[in-house]
């Protein structure tokens, strides 16, 4: 039978409104299932006013079996087997013939009872029972209340429609009761209009310029878009977030197409789409990757026939350009040079001191990683850059577009002809600000990259600054995948430990706690931020654990061994190795370190273990510093005939003590092999469990 | 048409749904929310509903009257209701309808803003209204002050006049609006912002604003301490607005401008705290 669950609300933001889809469809599974009715499919459809749920729900419950659990055997039968009063008593007030009880076992022991079919109910009423808890338990990133209420939700909720075979479902939640009436559009049909089924509910809403599946709003904001480009032979400066968020602002989607005056061409593609963007939420036009003097809105809105809409967003967008303009040229009137002198004056956090000192910091960070990746030829133009690069925060046009902090020095450090190599890494230099954002396209833009991110983790965690749950207003994990990513997608090979070394040195005296703790919070920080890039990659968590439990000390080795993992856990001598890995780890365990002592190799099989462990520790020392771990792990199999016949021959645990050290000392040898590769020991293999 | 046209319409409109006519308070204010009639009276249980112009101050935004859209003082219309009537948009809705705006032929968005003053321990949620891409409104539903959760909760719409004026005669400059049928803006208001943008960027003394602001914290201490909790507020609120003069002189320094907008904070989130056990108390 047809269920329909309508929520109208006033306009909530997109973000929230795609977590309630998410999260309504999930509990409606989990509801009807564990309430026993059978389903078809479950959609959900929303917009910034409305979160809709349709489905195809059994009539009613499925009959079940029920147990009813009455006295303990031993209590309910004598032991002369007859029953005792308490189970006369039971079996009374159950209606039913002491005899007809039997004996249920439990987790608890055994006991009199009986099973009892139940007849299901009808779904109309179990879920009028579990609507108001379903509603009532979906979660916001901010939750409000409203009128007298202590009730939270994401926006205030207006009306509730609710009806399943045809018929309205009787509840409330949050001070409204469900009804069988929606609303339109707020503007054109804010009166409500009774519905029987969800064709109908769908077909009013849409004469109601309501349009509720968002795919279709997509649909509906692509095609005109593309409609009004067509005739300009231009494109759409893309932006996928403000597309998204559209989608949802908008009941009915009405594609706008205005124009500014040329005259604000002179300003750059950034600054014109992020002044579009901020505030009226409109779309550059671009062609040859040159602005045109167009943009396109979307409305919330059926038509424009009088271009009322159009107008009025050209006459604030004429506004916003014309600051935007005026700041650009005032900005440009003093060169950044000349700006730079400013830093001092603006505090970056009280402990850490100013944009100055950070500057300073920067310029020792950059030439220090220049130096480490070999980069002589980039080293100077980095060390300028770092000199530039947060002189935009002096700027009239960040001051008014935060958002652009880092393109607009980079911007004007064009304008100023600066080489290109310069400005481009003051450009690049807040990117990646998330890990589907791109890493900087240029070396020294790289470099500054991580330079500024780490120097921001340190500085806040040297000043006692810590992540904790879903707190992180310093943007701590979002730096720190900044950095893996730059440093994996760039193949940078560099200590990280001695980077960490050096920054917190740079820093020196600034930081108030202890500079091992700061290093060994950090190192814990980027650990789990590796962890959580791969598992975004979807790689297995336990190959994760092998790779990043060796150390992270070189980022991008820790990348390269993981994709080798990865590559060969299908091989059949992958398993073997992961066996034979646990049980040398298992028989280490708790033992002090021993030397070898070639001369104490008293058997065939140790021997030969002992020369198979030296050729492939010669041959996989190099691989590894060069980071091909593929073919190192390849040669790291032929260990397993040596070691098994090894284990199949000789007693390792034997009396003779010395004998018994010197084959502990082989094995461990191996091991400290193993793990420079990966900690075999942390992979999972079918039927046994992770060693921890 | 005109501004004075635009508050009476405002005004009958709100008078007719039960707010009562506030006068604008005479002292300095950044926005209409810091007014007794909102400050005060969104903490207590009772009802209110309350309706009035505020001009409101904000000198960094002052350019000489030579920028089309920025002044160092404008005009809000502010309203409190209290609790939020549960059609509050449409109402909302219906008052722009009352303006003469038809709205079958615009775009009217809500979109997220949420509203924060840490200072006071202040925050809310809401939208500001967009008209055709123009923010003529933001429209807050208040949830805590002073750390304490508002009950019944209070709506707060505060329309910008002026831009709501702009729209309403399709005009591009501020100064070209008309106060009443014989006077603009220009007239009211071009002097004033021009003699006040020199006073607050060049002639406020620094000095002697420091000053004050001190005076005014330390008598504010003094009067909370004697449970004046409205003569207290005044005083930090004429902190505040030194607080804004010394900001255009750009005479604070980072680690002044920390201190002086803790000790503000301070002064508030003691009268508001003081004055949510007052009323809570039998």
Same mark, same amino acid.
Request: charged letters at 30%.
């Given at each position: 039978?047809?269920?329909?669950?309508?929520?109208?609300?006033?306009?909530?933001?997109?973000?929230?409104?795609?977590?309630?889809?998410?999260?309504?469809?999930?509990?409606?599974?989990?509801?009807?299932?564990?309430?026993?009715?059978?389903?078809?499919?479950?959609?959900?459809?929303?917009?910034?006013?409305?979160?809709?749920?349709?489905?195809?729900?059994?009539?009613?419950?499925?009959?079940?079996?029920?147990?009813?659990?009455?006295?303990?055997?031993?209590?309910?039968?004598?032991?002369?087997?007859?029953?005792?009063?308490?189970?006369?008593?039971?079996?009374?007030?159950?209606?039913?013939?002491?005899?007809?009880?039997?004996?249920?076992?439990?987790?608890?022991?055994?006991?009199?009872?009986?099973?009892?079919?139940?007849?299901?109910?009808?779904?109309?009423?179990?879920?009028?029972?579990?609507?108001?808890?379903?509603?009532?338990?979906?979660?916001?990133?901010?939750?409000?209340?409203?009128?007298?209420?202590?009730?939270?939700?994401?926006?205030?909720?207006?009306?509730?429609?609710?009806?399943?075979?045809?018929?309205?479902?009787?509840?409330?939640?949050?001070?409204?009761?469900?009804?069988?009436?929606?609303?339109?559009?707020?503007?054109?049909?804010?009166?409500?209009?009774?519905?029987?089924?969800?064709?109908?509910?769908?077909?009013?809403?849409?004469?109601?310029?309501?349009?509720?599946?968002?795919?279709?709003?997509?649909?509906?904001?692509?095609?005109?878009?593309?409609?009004?480009?067509?005739?300009?032979?231009?494109?759409?400066?893309?932006?996928?977030?403000?597309?998204?968020?559209?989608?949802?602002?908008?009941?009915?989607?009405?594609?706008?197409?205005?124009?500014?005056?040329?005259?604000?061409?002179?300003?750059?593609?950034?600054?014109?789409?992020?002044?579009?963007?901020?505030?009226?939420?409109?779309?550059?036009?671009?062609?040859?990757?040159?602005?045109?003097?167009?943009?396109?809105?979307?409305?919330?809105?059926?038509?424009?026939?009088?271009?009322?809409?159009?107008?009025?967003?050209?006459?604030?967008?004429?506004?916003?350009?014309?600051?935007?303009?005026?700041?650009?040229?005032?900005?440009?009137?003093?060169?950044?040079?000349?700006?730079?002198?400013?830093?001092?004056?603006?505090?970056?956090?009280?402990?850490?001191?100013?944009?100055?000192?950070?500057?300073?910091?920067?310029?020792?960070?950059?030439?220090?990683?220049?130096?480490?990746?070999?980069?002589?030829?980039?080293?100077?133009?980095?060390?300028?850059?770092?000199?530039?690069?947060?002189?935009?925060?002096?700027?009239?046009?960040?001051?008014?577009?935060?958002?652009?902090?880092?393109?607009?020095?980079?911007?004007?450090?064009?304008?100023?002809?600066?080489?290109?190599?310069?400005?481009?890494?003051?450009?690049?230099?807040?990117?990646?600000?998330?890990?589907?954002?791109?890493?900087?396209?240029?070396?020294?833009?790289?470099?500054?990259?991580?330079?500024?991110?780490?120097?921001?983790?340190?500085?806040?965690?040297?000043?006692?600054?810590?992540?904790?749950?879903?707190?992180?207003?310093?943007?701590?994990?979002?730096?720190?995948?900044?950095?893996?990513?730059?440093?994996?997608?760039?193949?940078?090979?560099?200590?990280?430990?001695?980077?960490?070394?050096?920054?917190?040195?740079?820093?020196?005296?600034?930081?108030?706690?202890?500079?091992?703790?700061?290093?060994?919070?950090?190192?814990?920080?980027?650990?789990?931020?590796?962890?959580?890039?791969?598992?975004?990659?979807?790689?297995?968590?336990?190959?994760?654990?092998?790779?990043?439990?060796?150390?992270?000390?070189?980022?991008?080795?820790?990348?390269?061994?993981?994709?080798?993992?990865?590559?060969?856990?299908?091989?059949?001598?992958?398993?073997?190795?992961?066996?034979?890995?646990?049980?040398?780890?298992?028989?280490?365990?708790?033992?002090?370190?021993?030397?070898?002592?070639?001369?104490?190799?008293?058997?065939?099989?140790?021997?030969?273990?002992?020369?198979?462990?030296?050729?492939?520790?010669?041959?996989?020392?190099?691989?590894?510093?060069?980071?091909?771990?593929?073919?190192?792990?390849?040669?790291?199999?032929?260990?397993?005939?040596?070691?098994?016949?090894?284990?199949?021959?000789?007693?390792?645990?034997?009396?003779?003590?010395?004998?018994?050290?010197?084959?502990?000392?082989?094995?461990?040898?191996?091991?400290?092999?193993?793990?420079?590769?990966?900690?075999?020991?942390?992979?999972?293999?079918?039927?046994?469990?992770?060693?921890? | 048409?005109?501004?004075?046209?635009?508050?009476?319409?405002?005004?009958?409109?709100?008078?007719?749904?039960?707010?009562?006519?506030?006068?604008?308070?005479?002292?300095?204010?950044?926005?209409?929310?810091?007014?007794?009639?909102?400050?005060?009276?969104?903490?207590?249980?009772?009802?209110?509903?309350?309706?009035?112009?505020?001009?409101?101050?904000?000198?960094?935004?002052?350019?000489?009257?030579?920028?089309?859209?920025?002044?160092?003082?404008?005009?809000?219309?502010?309203?409190?209701?209290?609790?939020?009537?549960?059609?509050?948009?449409?109402?909302?809705?219906?008052?722009?309808?009352?303006?003469?705006?038809?709205?079958?032929?615009?775009?009217?968005?809500?979109?997220?803003?949420?509203?924060?003053?840490?200072?006071?321990?202040?925050?809310?949620?809401?939208?500001?209204?967009?008209?055709?891409?123009?923010?003529?409104?933001?429209?807050?539903?208040?949830?805590?002050?002073?750390?304490?959760?508002?009950?019944?909760?209070?709506?707060?719409?505060?329309?910008?006049?002026?831009?709501?004026?702009?729209?309403?005669?399709?005009?591009?400059?501020?100064?070209?609006?008309?106060?009443?049928?014989?006077?603009?803006?220009?007239?009211?208001?071009?002097?004033?912002?021009?003699?006040?943008?020199?006073?607050?960027?060049?002639? /406020?003394?620094?000095?002697? %604003? *420091?000053? &004050?602001?001190?005076? +005014?914290?330390?008598?504010? #201490?003094?009067? @909370?301490?004697?449970?004046?909790?409205?003569? /207290?507020?005044?005083?930090? %609120? *004429?902190? &505040?607005?030194?607080? +804004?003069?010394?900001?255009? #002189?750009?005479? @604070?320094?980072?680690?002044?401008?920390?201190?002086?907008?803790?000790?503000?904070?301070?002064?508030?989130?003691?009268?508001?705290?003081?004055?949510?056990?007052?009323?809570?108390?039998?």
């Amino acid at each position: 039978m047809e269920f329909i669950l309508e929520i109208n609300t006033e306009e909530m933001p997109p973000a929230h409104v795609k977590t309630a889809l998410v999260q309504l469809e999930e509990k409606f599974k989990e509801e009807l299932s564990s309430q026993n009715i059978d389903r078809g499919q479950i959609e959900t459809y929303g917009t910034c006013r409305r979160l809709v749920v349709v489905g195809d729900f059994a009539l009613s419950q499925k009959d079940r079996e029920k147990e009813i659990i009455g006295p303990p055997k031993d209590v309910g039968i004598r032991e002369d087997g007859t029953f005792s009063s308490a189970a006369q008593g039971f079996a009374k007030s159950q209606g039913v013939r002491v005899s007809e009880l039997k004996v249920i076992k439990t987790a608890k022991g055994e006991y009199l009872g009986l099973r009892k079919m139940e007849k299901g109910k009808p779904s109309a009423d179990v879920l009028s029972e579990i609507l108001p808890q379903i509603v009532s338990s979906l979660s916001f990133p901010k939750m409000m209340r409203w009128g007298e209420s202590s009730f939270r939700f994401s926006r205030p909720i207006k009306n509730i429609l609710c009806l399943f075979d045809r018929k309205k479902l009787s509840f409330s939640v949050g001070g409204i009761h469900a009804g069988n009436s929606t609303v339109g559009h707020k503007i054109y049909f804010p009166n409500k209009t009774k519905v029987k089924s969800f064709r109908e509910y769908k077909e009013t809403l849409r004469k109601m310029k309501v349009v509720i599946d968002q795919e279709e709003r997509r649909k509906m904001i692509v095609n005109q878009v593309g409609r009004k480009l067509a005739s300009l032979k231009a494109t759409l400066h893309p932006d996928e977030d403000l597309l998204e968020g559209l989608v949802y602002d908008v009941e009915y989607p009405h594609v706008i197409l205005g124009s500014f005056p040329e005259e604000y061409l002179d300003l750059p593609l950034e600054v014109l789409s992020t002044a579009m963007r901020e505030g009226q939420k409109l779309f550059s036009i671009v062609k040859d990757k040159k602005q045109l003097p167009f943009f396109l809105g979307v409305a919330d809105a059926y038509q424009d026939s009088k271009s009322l809409i159009r107008k009025g967003n050209e006459r604030v967008l004429k506004a916003r350009l014309d600051d935007a303009k005026f700041f650009w040229e005032q900005d440009r009137k003093i060169t950044l040079k000349d700006k730079a002198k400013g830093l001092d004056k603006i505090v970056l956090q009280e402990k850490l001191g100013s944009y100055e000192d950070k500057t300073q910091r920067l310029k020792k960070t950059v030439s220090y990683l220049a130096d480490k990746i070999e980069a002589k030829k980039e080293k100077q133009q980095v060390i300028q850059a770092a000199e530039l690069s947060k002189v935009d925060l002096l700027t009239e046009i960040v001051r008014e577009f935060p958002s652009l902090q880092g393109n607009v020095g980079g911007l004007y450090a064009r304008e100023e002809k600066y080489p290109v190599l310069v400005w481009k890494a003051v450009y690049e230099h807040y990117q990646p600000v998330s890990l589907d954002d791109e890493s900087p396209a240029s070396l020294t833009g790289a470099i500054l990259s991580i330079a500024d991110k780490l120097d921001s983790i340190v500085g806040a965690v040297g000043t006692g600054i810590t992540v904790t749950g879903s707190s992180d207003p310093f943007g701590l994990r979002r730096n720190a995948q900044g950095i893996c990513k730059v440093i994996i997608e760039r193949k940078l090979c560099l200590s990280f430990l001695r980077l960490m070394d050096k920054v917190i040195a740079v820093y020196g005296e600034k930081l108030q706690e202890p500079k091992e703790k700061v290093k060994s919070y950090c190192l814990d920080f980027f650990s789990n931020r590796l962890r959580y890039i791969f598992e975004r990659q979807g790689y297995r968590y336990d190959l994760i654990n092998a790779t990043v439990s060796v150390g992270i000390d070189n980022i991008y080795h820790s990348y390269l061994r993981l994709k080798a993992l990865d590559s060969l856990k299908e091989s059949p001598s992958f398993e073997p190795l992961i066996i034979i890995a646990k049980r040398v780890n298992n028989i280490l365990k708790d033992q002090p370190l021993f030397k070898i002592n070639q001369a104490l190799l008293a058997e065939k099989e140790e021997r030969e273990l002992y020369t198979t462990f030296s050729i492939i520790k010669n041959n996989i020392l190099p691989l590894i510093s060069k980071g091909d771990f593929s073919q190192a792990q390849r040669i790291i199999f032929r260990i397993r005939s040596s070691i098994n016949k090894f284990f199949d021959n000789v007693l390792v645990m034997t009396d003779e003590i010395r004998m018994r050290r010197n084959r502990l000392a082989l094995l461990q040898a191996i091991s400290k092999l193993l793990i420079q590769v990966a900690d075999y020991s942390q992979i999972v293999i079918e039927g046994q469990n992770s060693s921890k | 048409m005109s501004i004075q046209n635009l508050i009476m319409d405002l005004q009958k409109f709100w008078a007719e749904r039960g707010c009562y006519l506030a006068q604008s308070y005479d002292l300095e204010v950044g926005a209409g929310t810091m007014t007794p009639d909102t400050f005060f009276r969104v903490l207590d249980k009772r009802p209110w509903k309350v309706a009035y112009v505020q001009p409101s101050r904000r000198p960094t935004d002052g350019r000489y009257g030579e920028n089309p859209h920025r002044v160092q003082k404008h005009f809000q219309y502010q309203v409190i209701m209290k609790p939020a009537p549960s059609d509050i948009q449409q109402i909302y809705i219906k008052s722009l309808a009352a303006l003469g705006i038809n709205l079958q032929d615009h775009d009217i968005r809500f979109d997220e803003d949420d509203w924060e003053a840490p200072s006071i321990g202040a925050w809310g949620v809401g939208w500001q209204v967009l008209l055709d891409g123009l923010e003529i409104t933001q429209f807050t539903y208040f949830q805590q002050a002073g750390g304490i959760d508002l009950f019944p909760v209070p709506v707060e719409i505060t329309y910008g006049l002026e831009r709501l004026e702009m729209f309403l005669e399709g005009k591009d400059n501020i100064f070209d609006l008309n106060w009443s049928e014989d006077v603009s803006y220009q007239d009211l208001r071009f002097i004033e912002e021009r003699e006040f943008s020199e006073y607050n960027f060049s002639l /406020a003394n620094v000095r002697r %604003l *420091k000053d &004050s602001f001190l005076l +005014n914290e330390k008598e504010a #201490r003094l009067l @909370i301490d004697k449970d004046l909790l409205l003569p /207290a507020y005044d005083m930090c %609120l *004429k902190c &505040s607005h030194f607080f +804004n003069l010394l900001d255009s #002189r750009g005479a @604070i320094s980072v680690t002044e401008r920390v201190k002086m907008i803790a000790q503000i904070r301070n002064l508030a989130s003691q009268i508001a705290e003081k004055y949510i056990a007052r009323e809570s108390s039998p």
